[in-house]
């Protein structure tokens, strides 16, 4: 079992930044995707940015120019950071792993851009 927490979400007024981390904690093996999604109220959750173990790195359309996604894997950690934010970026923010195959979400944590 992998344990996932995210933290750093907050309220921002339109156009700040914040930062979220997410620690992953049990028995890991060797985690390759680490991917950041949200959820707004009655919308369904959507991929915002994606990393594999490599490096490589890929984000919704929405996000791109914005949002930056880094990991630390010695600390099986990882990260996004959130610049120019808008109101429609208010969401839940989950953080989503895969290790040996199997998925694991964190609890989510909540941002609210105000206008």
């Known amino acids: 079992q992998v344990q996932l927490v995210e933290s750093g979400g907050g309220l921002v007024q339109a156009g700040g930044s914040l930062r979220l981390s997410c620690a992953a904690s049990?028995?890991?093996?060797?985690?390759?995707?680490m991917d950041w999604y949200r959820q707004a109220p009655g919308k369904q959750r959507e991929l915002v940015a994606s990393t594999t173990r490599d490096g490589s790195t890929n984000y919704a359309d929405s996000v791109k120019g914005r949002f930056t996604i880094s990991r630390d894997n010695a600390k099986n950690m990882v990260y996004l950071q959130m610049n120019s934010l808008k109101p429609e970026d208010t969401a839940v923010y989950y953080c989503?792993?895969?290790?040996?195959?199997?998925?694991?979400w964190g609890q989510g944590t909540q941002v609210t851009v105000s206008s």
């Open positions: 049990g028995n890991i093996f060797s985690i390759n995707v």
């Open positions: 989503y792993v895969i290790d040996r195959g199997f998925q694991y």
